[in-house]
T-cell receptor, first 115, second 115 residues
Framework: NAGVTQTPKFQVLKTGQSMTLQCAQDMNHEYMSWYRQDPGMGLRLIHYSVGAGITDQGEVPNGYNVSRSTTEDFPLRLLSAAPSQTSVYFC??????????????FGSGTRLTVV | AQSVTQLDSHVSVSEGTPVLLRCNYSSSYSPSLFWYVQHPNKGLQLLLKYTSAATLVKGINGFEAEFKKSETSFHLTKPSAHMSDAAEYFCVVKKGYSSASKIIFGSGTRLSIRP
C-alpha cells in the first residue's frame, strides 16, 4: 500500500547511544518532515526537507541530524541519545507546489525510550 | 505569526450525543486549517481541511468544521458520537500558501465516548 513507512516501531536506547529512525514514502512527495510528539504538546517539527538534497531545521532540531539523498527516504539520526529524547516520532510527507493543498500523510510512528 | 489553541484537553460525551471540539487560531492572513485524528497507538489521519473555499467543511466519518473569521475559530463537530470516535484530535494551521509550508499543531484534545 502506498504511504509513509517508518521503522522501527519501538526502540529502547541507552543514554549516549546513536541510532537512525528510517522513513520512506512511495508517493513521490517532495516535502518530508519529522515530528516528535510529547504529552500535552502536540507535534513539534524537528527537521524538514523540500526536496532531495535540501534540508532545514524545524522548531526542535538539537540532537538530531537528517539527510535527503533520494526523494523516497528521509532518515532521522540521533547523535547521542538523551532521556529528553524519549518520545514518539512521526514522519510525514506531502506533495510540493503552490496553490493546491493535499494535506500531510503521516507514518505510524516510532516509540523511542532512552534509559 | 501563526498559532493554534485547542481550548479543551479532554472532552467526554455519551454515545449518540453531539461532539464539539474547539479550536482558535491566530494568523496574519487567511490560513489553511486542518483537523487530524490519532487513534491509540496509531499515526495521524487527515479528517478535513479548510483552504479558503466553503467555510463549512465536511470530512470523513461524519465530522465537519466551520471556519469563522470573525471569531478566529475552526471548531470540529459531529451530530452523533460513536464509540469508534474515541481518539486524540489535533487542530493544525499552516504557515504559508505552498502545500509544503510548515504546519503548527495544537496541543490536542482527547475525546472519550461513554456507553
Amino acid at each position: 500500500n502506498a504511504g509513509v513507512t517508518q521503522t522501527p516501531k519501538f526502540q529502547v536506547l541507552k543514554t549516549g547511544q546513536s541510532m537512525t529512525l528510517q522513513c520512506a514514502q512511495d508517493m513521490n512527495h517532495e516535502y518530508m518532515s519529522w515530528y516528535r510528539q510529547d504529552p500535552g504538546m502536540g507535534l513539534r517539527l524537528i527537521h524538514y526537507s523540500v526536496g532531495a538534497g535540501i534540508t532545514d531545521q524545524g522548531e526542535v532540531p538539537n540532537g538530531y541530524n537528517v539527510s535527503r539523498s533520494t526523494t523516497e527516504d528521509f532518515p532521522l539520526r540521533l547523535l547521542s541519545a538523551a532521556p529528553s529524547q524519549t518520545s514518539v516520532y512521526f514522519c510525514a510527507s506531502t506533495p510540493g507546489g503552490q496553490g493546491v493543498d493535499y494535506g500531510y500523510t503521516f507514518g505510524s510512528g516510532t516509540r523511542l525510550t532512552v534509559v | 505569526a501563526q498559532s493554534v489553541t485547542q481550548l479543551d484537553s479532554h472532552v467526554s460525551v455519551s454515545e449518540g450525543t453531539p461532539v464539539l471540539l474547539r479550536c482558535n487560531y491566530s494568523s496574519s492572513y487567511s490560513p489553511s486549517l486542518f483537523w487530524y485524528v490519532q487513534h491509540p497507538n496509531k499515526g495521524l489521519q487527515l479528517l478535513l481541511k479548510y483552504t479558503s473555499a466553503a467555510t463549512l467543511v465536511k470530512g470523513i466519518n461524519g465530522f465537519e468544521a466551520e471556519f469563522k473569521k470573525s471569531e478566529t475559530s475552526f471548531h470540529l463537530t459531529k451530530p452523533s458520537a460513536h464509540m469508534s470516535d474515541a481518539a486524540e484530535y489535533f487542530c493544525v494551521v499552516k504557515k504559508g500558501y505552498s502545500s509544503a509550508s510548515k504546519i503548527i499543531f495544537g496541543s490536542g484534545t482527547r475525546l472519550s465516548i461513554r456507553p
